[in-house]
């Protein structure tokens, strides 16, 4: 039976149409019929979600409550770091499709024993727990890495998808390889708009893609 | 004053992602907190705008009202052929850009005397009224060519933006110029996912990319 889906989006907004384009190429369809009905709020003013982390939560839960009475039957949201506040979303009492479990579920199911996140550092702390729930090691970006991952973030956020931030985020996703990782997750929805898996020697598994899959077997 | 955006889409689901990363595109942004708020409601369950146009406007009314209450302060919908059924929407009350009237204006400007027009039986008239209203004669496509079009909106929606149909809608496009077009009005938001400016040789004036930048001017 067809659902409506939730999107809690604008965390990034190039990011939200990314995954907005992943589901539709991901939904088998002939025609428009074919497609899920998306209700999205695309946000780009939600509070900072490192710095104002409470006032980021109440947003999100205003929001997951105005996509319920709009209509929306299950929710999700394209934002990896932004689910350390999705308490607030779990309040409405839709079903939230959790993005970091999905993927982190995905990504071990390669049977991978050490791997590589490319994420913010909030991001990568649900990663570093999801993980380790499942028994496998992460591989972490440090020092200057860490620096050149959030610039190559911004750098979309500003609408930078050039071969300058490219080249970066294939030398930082080779670094997580060669620090010995068996897979790397893109563990950003800002990555996938900078990096394909023909980029990475190892498998890739991009937290969108994997949520955009989970969304059409929910909602087809 | 910054708004909130309110997007009527799902006619066709592709044509409304291309639409919102265009408003993204069009807006001066160093960061996610730069753009416009956008609540989107993505709805391919629209009844069909031209078989069953009583049942498309209550339906198109209700993705209005929903919109409001969800937040939304200014009303669009990048559907031309829908625009046969605006007043469900307008009876919201919100204020509602109208893309006909828009892209009419924004063609008109440049001075032509003959447009031509890309769009559906549906859209077409509702093209043929807005320019005639401003003094301009329109190009129409007639039989086979008609046929083609159709043929080419129905490609994208099943997801074919190949070759093929492009090859088709250029050669469309030359077909009104032939005929006199001093100007051709993509006024179908399927046609820029095949046609560019520079496939054209009189000037393109894009429906979708005019709604896209009065939003930003109206909402930013």
Same mark, same amino acid.
């Given at each position: 039976m067809a659902k409506v889906l939730g999107v809690l989006g604008?965390?990034?907004?190039?990011?939200?149409?990314?995954?907005?384009a992943r589901v539709q190429a991901l939904t088998p369809a002939q025609g428009d019929q074919d497609h899920i009905r998306i209700i999205a709020d695309i946000n780009p003013q939600v509070p900072d979600r490192n710095r104002q982390s409470d006032a980021?939560?109440?947003?999100?839960?205003?929001?997951?409550m105005r996509l319920r009475d709009a209509g929306a039957q299950v929710l999700c949201m394209p934002c990896n770091t932004a689910h350390a506040q999705a308490a607030g979303i779990r309040k409405v009492g839709l079903p939230f499709i959790d993005m970091i479990a999905e993927t982190t579920e995905a990504a071990a199911a390669g049977g991978a024993k050490k791997i590589g996140v490319l994420a913010t550092p909030g991001g990568e702390a649900l990663y570093a727990r999801a993980l380790q729930g499942k028994g496998v090691k992460i591989v972490r970006l440090t020092g200057a890495a860490r620096e050149a991952f959030m610039s190559c973030v911004h750098a979309v956020k500003r609408g930078d998808l050039g071969e300058g931030p490219r080249a970066e985020m294939r030398r930082l996703a080779a670094t997580l390889v060669a620090a010995g990782a068996e897979a790397v997750i #893109? +563990?950003?929805?800002? &990555? =996938? $708009?900078?990096?394909? #898996? +023909?980029?990475?020697? &190892? =498998? $890739?598994?991009?937290? #969108?893609?994997?949520?955009?899959q989970v969304c059409v077997d929910r909602c087809k």
């Open positions: 604008g965390m990034g907004p190039a990011a939200t149409v990314a995954f907005l980021a939560e109440a947003t999100l839960g205003q929001m997951a #893109a +563990g950003c929805t800002e &990555v =996938p $708009l900078l990096l394909g #898996a +023909g980029d990475v020697s &190892v =498998p $890739l598994v991009d937290s #969108a893609e994997v949520l955009a």
